[in-house]
């Protein structure tokens, strides 16, 4: 799942999205622990479990409080209707970092 922008921190989505709280969902990895748990893109997310999420950042943190294998409750944003999605946690994909 990669956030892409969300609530009033995204100026670079100013524009294409309201200023409601949440983390926007910019793409699904099929077949990853986000498509499995019936993320789409275009989503938004409100809350990890009880924990409300205003932005990017917060979701981050909220899934960093969490390892790999854990299930979590998310709340998610699909349009107007809000939806209640389980997610089971995978591993962070390693960064590749450069030298030089």
Known sequence: MVPACAGDKASSCRGR???APGALVQSVTSGGPAASAGLRSGDVVTAVGSTPIHGTNDLV?????????EQV??????????????A??????TQATSTG
Request: hydrophobic share 30%; proline share 9%.
């Open 17 to 19: 999205l309201s200023r």
């Open 61 to 69: 943190a909220a899934i960093a409080t969490h390892q790999p294998g």
């Open 73 to 86: 409750q998310l709340t998610v944003r699909r349009g107007s209707p809000t939806v209640e999605l389980t």
């Open 88 to 93: 089971t946690l995978g591993t962070q994909p």
